[in-house]
């Protein structure tokens, strides 16, 4: 069954630094998410991506945050300055429409772990 | 303000036994979604419903539209059940951004 990629599982970072997390979506999907859960909150909506754009943020996503789709494969999320709270679980998810692919909907990625130090 | 409500937040069953998890969402809504949380982290997206009813094994979802109201029911529930449900809505006007719920964390013991 096709999947959703994203690497590093784990990425440890000084406060400050710059962060890029990767995420491979399927092949053919065409809407790409990048969600976030801090430890023991609920899962919140960072930002949508179709065709080469942002379709949708939430006000989490600020100008800290940037997404890059650079090779038609990958799906970047990059953090210009981490800061503490930006410790959290960082979910990739794709779907090939909007009402979801035929019967499950949007396939997520495993997350990489933030931790910021 | 919560979009989205589920109950109960935590639920301890014994195995074989059948499972409610409830969602209600204060919102229009343009599909509901429910997902699963493993221990681990990772995220799998278990039904879409825009209406009706959906069934997948022994999973079973249903929404009331007009009730604003969502139940995830797992029939003769098993260990590797265990995990945290989570209900997620995509809005009428913008259909592609989530709010998701707080999750409901199942334990079935053996």
């Known amino acids: 069954e096709p999947e959703v990629t994203q690497t590093p599982s784990h990425q440890v970072t000084q406060m400050g630094q710059e962060v890029i997390l990767r995420c491979v979506p399927i092949?053919?999907?065409?809407?790409f998410y990048w969600y976030r859960q801090i430890l023991g909150q609920k899962v919140e909506f960072l930002v949508s991506?179709?065709?080469?754009?942002?379709?949708?943020k939430s006000e989490i996503f600020d100008d800290q945050f940037s997404v890059e789709r650079p090779d038609g494969s990958n799906f970047t999320l990059k953090i210009r300055s981490t800061k503490l709270e930006d410790s959290a679980m960082y979910f990739c998810?794709?779907?090939?429409?909007?009402?979801?692919?035929?019967?499950?909907?949007?396939?997520f990625g495993s997350g990489t772990r933030l931790t910021v130090v | 303000k919560n979009e989205v409500e589920q109950s109960p937040q935590n639920l301890t069953a014994q195995e074989g036994e059948f499972i409610t998890i409830n969602c209600s969402y204060s919102?229009?809504?343009?599909?509901l979604h429910w997902l699963q949380q493993h221990p681990g982290g990772g995220i799998v997206s278990l039904f879409m419903?825009?209406?009706g009813k959906k069934k997948h094994g022994r999973l079973i979802a249903t929404i009331n539209i007009q009730e604003k109201h969502s139940s995830l029911h797992i029939t003769a529930s098993h260990p590797r059940d265990s995990a945290v449900y989570i209900c997620?809505?995509?809005?009428?006007?913008?259909?592609?951004?989530?709010?998701f719920g707080t999750g409901t964390s199942l334990t079935v013991i053996p």
């Open positions: 919102v229009g809504i343009s599909a």
């Open positions: 419903l825009s209406s």
């Open positions: 991506f179709y065709n080469n754009e942002i379709s949708e």
């Open positions: 997620a809505v995509s809005l009428m006007n913008t259909g592609n951004q989530f709010y």
């Open positions: 998810a794709s779907t090939d429409s909007l009402q979801g692919s035929r019967n499950y909907g949007y396939t």
């Open positions: 092949s053919n999907h065409l809407y």
